[in-house]
């Protein structure tokens, strides 16, 4: 339990009155258009999506999972952070096509690569998948804030839960992603400032750094200093082969749309910015951010470790960061603390709301149900949508306990054996929607059966992650490749159109051929360097 | 820098060219250096701020290579911008 002095509360009162003062100062401009209440009209310079892409995904839990990693493995740990680096690639290279194809959402892109009834089956798919997925975050999300306030001050978890979600939902009912970005903005200089003044405030007070390394030293934990302390090639609990397959499934997926998750909240961030250069520039220097942050993470918790070596309880050492600000900061600044946590909660779940809603009024709605709609009718449509997720994510925050492990399986399968299709849609021409819902569709049976039904039969042993992985996509591609030439190619009018608009990388030749015999592009790129 | 192209017509920009290839090398490179810079610097070992300072100069090339293009893109794509949001209208609103 923690006792706020005047000066807590007063932090803490005054950050969420400015998170207030945001919804109304945008409201205006939030409801000019669904361009205005999902994009910010498209006109924001890098920086702005960049900071929310960093304040999005500086969430309550995450300092939880990083500090749990970091305190089992050491500075290994910082490589189970490293996901992030998809945005490496991604930013200049899927980003720049994403950028060009002007789609709201992902599921909006489906329609302009892929056509007919394929196209508008992944659309619908995707869409819904997304509008569950964001109510599965919110949930999330809103729970581990409930656990942290019943912590600090006993608090039952529904009340933290809904409180802080419902603040939020304000300013993102009021003035859409506008409200979102700008708060972020906020949030995010907040965040950063705090992880770098806690975990600073942690690494002193554990003596410094040569007496943390002193301290690890003497414990016989020196291993825990080095990244690159590998258990093996394959054996133990950090194979180099686990390595290797991170940076693979990391730095590679850049060049496709969706292999990572994060992808669909700054495929929304990619769309705000005013160019294709200030999308790229964003995206890169956004989860730039993320990977210094990672760094001054695993730091700290080295300090908490040196301080507190080997606590039992994964529960208890996965607080570490948070004990170091609790435990150690000064009564006055525990409250510009709580007030960071805040503002790490509120752009996580403002990001979740307003992307949820977009898929439920670009995807579903409008081009669904009713597609004459006039701007103002899908900008109410948007406010409706936030609510409905609102609602939902606090059944879902309430009943997680009980479905945690099924959701997390549910992460799993939509990730793994879909990685590879992901890519190929960006980057091969004759890869088609049946490809890639059978790829889906593939994923789905394959996961259960490698992950769950052969080990439970002791048909094959239970495989280490990154065996599951390689056994998903060699699985996957033996069905998806084969539909994928057993169908018709995309109709070549929509190839061509979606070729001159986005100009993809990779295998695209009779694409491209066919756009300069239509005049549209120049003879001279008929051949281009590289390029099949 | 010798072999680098840095003026762009918005033809040549729009292709995916040898700078695109350096860029997608530098880049993960750039954010792996950082990772493990920022971690030993704060740990104050020397090779840490020399890691993390590789890592600066690597971002000033990769700026200096992929920006002029980058430039070039957005400055010819903007201008078609507005035809391909009302073509995108159509398919939304089933026009096409």
Redesign the interface.
Known sequence: MVNFAFLDWFWLFAFIILMLFCGVLFYRLGKRSMADFFLAGRGLPWWLPAASVYATHTATDTPIWVSGVIYKYG?RG?WYT?FS?WC??S???ST?IFR?S??YTQA?WQ??RFSGLGAELLRGWIAGWQVFMNMFVLGWVGIAMGKLCRLLFGWPEWIGLILFSSVCAIYVLAAGYWGVVMADFQQGVIALSVIVIV??WG?VAAGG??T??AKLDALGESWR?N?FAFSGVTSGDFPLVWFLTMLVIA?IG?FGMGTAIDWYPEAQRIQSAK????A?YSI?SG??LI??R???W??AI?AFFSLYPHIPSTAESEMAWYRLGFEFLPVGLVGFFFAAIVAIHLSTISTHLNLGASYAT?DLY??YFN??ASEKELVWVGRISTLILLLGSFLYGLMMQEITQWLIFALWIMAAGIWLPNILQVVWWRFNAWGYLSSWIANLGFSWLVVWILPEFKVIPVLPDYLQFWSMMVLGALIYIPITFLTKPEDMDRLV?YYV?S?P?GWWKPVREEAVRRGLL?P??AA????N | MRGIKTHWTA?QA?????E??V??II??L???L???G??FS???KWYGFVILGMSAVLLIVMIKI??PK??A??ED??SK?KQ??E??EK????EE
């Open positions: 500075l910082i490293f680096a490496a690639i930013a200049f290279a720049r060009r002007l789609a909006e329609t302009l975990s600073i690494i750094p040569n943390i390394i200093l990244p730095v850049g160019t294709v250069r200030d790229s890169w989860s730039a990977v210094i990672n760094s001054l695993a730091v080295l670009r409008h081009h597609p004459k159109k608009m100009r990388l120049k001279e790129d281009v360097e590289g390029e | 033809e729009d292709r995916w060219t040898k695109d290839h860029t997608f880049s993960p750039i954010y792996f950082l990772a493990i920022v971690t704060l740990l104050l992929i920006d980058l430039k893109i957005s794509y903007e911008q391909y949001l073509d995108l398919i939304a609103r089933w």
